[in-house]
């Protein structure tokens, strides 16, 4: 099952092609439901402390209301919310402008969801952000996307290669301390990626 995961903050629903399948579960975090209904998407349950949305709308499928004061974030307790359901593939929709600590907590999440092997991807229509780590990924040449980067994990990602891309790498290695695999762009109909040791964050791009 899929889950989509909406978070608050300015998100630009014009790039945003995700649609939900039937079975799909669509939980919404505090002010994510205002995300959730621009893109027309049905709540199945709302999750927060509601600090931000304010008064609970009518209409929502499911209601659970958080203490201020927690150990996780909203989106945390959706995300894991999202699992017990028992999805296996999660998109975030979320904000990566605005609040930049719930941008960074959320691109933790990614490294955490993809250590316990579940697919997941962060998307506002201006950024698309994956994480990979020992391993590949193809990114689909995209029209809402021009740009693609790689952006080190650890302080040394080792045998990085990019084929299908106007700078293509083989075998490299690149580090948190000197970032030189940034605004690259798919050539092909798409890009592969491979990491043989360490993790990547794989952002896709456009300029707005």
Same mark, same amino acid.
């Given at each position: 099952?899929?889950?989509?995961?909406?978070?608050?903050?300015?998100?630009?629903?014009?790039?945003?092609?995700?649609?939900?399948?039937?079975?799909?579960?669509?939980? =919404?975090?505090?002010?994510?439901?205002?995300? =959730? +209904? =621009?893109?027309?998407?049905?709540?199945?349950?709302?999750?927060?402390?509601?600090?931000?949305?304010?008064?609970?709308?009518?209409?929502?499928?499911?209601?659970?209301?958080?203490? $201020?004061?927690?150990?996780?974030?909203?989106?945390?307790?959706?995300?894991?919310?999202?699992?017990? $359901?028992?999805?296996?593939?999660?998109?975030?929709?979320?904000?990566?402008?605005?609040?930049?600590?719930?941008?960074?907590?959320?691109?933790?999440?990614?490294?955490?969801?993809? =250590?316990?092997?579940? !697919?997941?991807?962060?998307?506002?229509?201006?950024?698309?952000?994956?994480?990979? +780590?020992?391993?590949?990924?193809?990114?689909? +040449?995209?029209?809402?996307? &021009?740009?693609?980067?790689?952006?080190?994990?650890?302080?040394?990602?080792?045998?990085?290669?990019?084929?299908?891309? &106007?700078?293509?790498?083989?075998?490299?290695?690149?580090? +948190? !301390?000197?970032?030189?695999?940034?605004?690259?762009e798919i050539v092909k109909n798409a890009a592969l990626i491979t990491v043989k040791k360490g993790?990547?964050?794989?952002?896709?791009?456009?300029?707005?």
């Open positions: 099952m899929k889950a989509f995961i909406f978070c608050g903050g300015e998100v630009f629903p014009q790039y945003i092609k995700e649609t939900r399948e039937s079975g799909d579960l669509v939980i =919404a975090a505090d002010s994510g439901y205002k995300n =959730a +209904r =621009a893109l027309d998407f049905p709540i199945d349950i709302l999750v927060g402390d509601f600090d931000s949305l304010g008064d609970i709308p009518d209409g929502v499928g499911e209601v659970v209301r958080l203490p $201020q004061e927690k150990d996780v974030t909203d989106a945390q307790y959706a995300v894991e919310l999202a699992i017990k $359901q028992g999805a296996g593939e999660l998109v975030i929709i979320a904000s990566t402008s605005g609040r930049f600590d719930h941008a960074v907590s959320l691109m933790a999440i990614l490294e955490d969801l993809n =250590a316990r092997k579940i !697919r997941a991807y962060i998307v506002n229509g201006q950024n698309r952000i994956n994480f990979i +780590r020992n391993s590949g990924h193809i990114v689909i +040449r995209d029209p809402n996307f &021009k740009y693609f980067s790689l952006i080190a994990a650890d302080e040394k990602v080792k045998g990085v290669s990019v084929e299908g891309a &106007k700078y293509p790498l083989k075998d490299r290695t690149i580090t +948190r !301390r000197s970032q030189f695999a940034v605004s690259n993790g990547v964050y794989i952002i896709e791009s456009r300029d707005i």
